[in-house]
């Protein structure tokens, strides 16, 4: 995963380079199923923008469909809407299609990563007014801190970096030892 070179506005990390590489997207997917066992899930919902990508593909995996929650003035079609804000600090508005599923529907919200928890946050009251049940919370990585704490305690949360592991400790401290030796060609998809 590569580091911010882009200064505060931007989130610490890239993880790019695990979705341009076959075998390396493939293995979070792997172990993201493999630890969602036995969790049943009616549809998978993934936040604008980058959680459309680990969301969708989750989504194919577990059979399942896929709902975007977008970032609000994008969908044509009517909509509930939450405020929410993020790690930047920077206030903004989320959509969710309405209706979008029968209340009762199990879902499974995915995103790139959980920092404060702040997006996931409003993703969980637009789900929970349409009468859906948050199942639970897939990411890369889910940081550590007082809010995610309580969503591990109230929904399965799996995430590629796995709790307890260094990865995490140095996820929580926004910084990889292996920034030090990044290099975007190791993870260049191969020429057919
Ligand atoms: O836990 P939080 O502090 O709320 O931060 C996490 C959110 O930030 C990132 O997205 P970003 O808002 O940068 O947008 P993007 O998906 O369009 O890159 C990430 O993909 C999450 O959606």
Redesign the pocket.
């Known amino acids: 995963m590569a580091p911010n070179t882009k200064g505060e506005r931007f ?1 610490w990390l890239d993880p790019t380079s695990i979705y341009i590489n076959g075998s390396a997207f493939a293995d979070l997917l792997d172990d993201l199923v493999a630890d969602l066992d036995g969790l049943v899930v009616d549809v998978v919902a993934g ?5 459309f990508v680990l969301g969708s593909a989750l989504a194919t995996r577990l059979g399942v469909g896929f709902l975007p929650i977008r970032k609000a003035g994008k969908l044509c079609v009517e909509t509930d809407r939450v405020a ?1 804000t ?3 600090g920077r206030n903004q508005d989320m959509e969710m299609r309405k209706p979008a599923f029968a209340p009762g529907t199990k879902v499974l919200i995915a ?10 946050d409003g993703a969980i009251r637009l789900v929970e007014r349409q009468g859906g049940r948050v199942v639970g919370l897939a990411a890369i990585a889910i940081e550590e801190n007082a809010t995610t704490d309580a969503y591990r305690a109230a929904y399965r949360c799996v995430s590629g970096v796995v709790q307890g592991s260094g990865w995490q400790a140095e996820c929580n401290r926004q910084r990889l030892t292996s920034f030090e030796t990044y290099d975007p060609q190791r993870s260049f998809p191969a020429i057919r």
């Open positions: 989130a936040l604008d923008a980058m959680g929410f993020n790690y930047s995103d790139q990563w959980i920092e404060t928890g702040g997006t996931v």
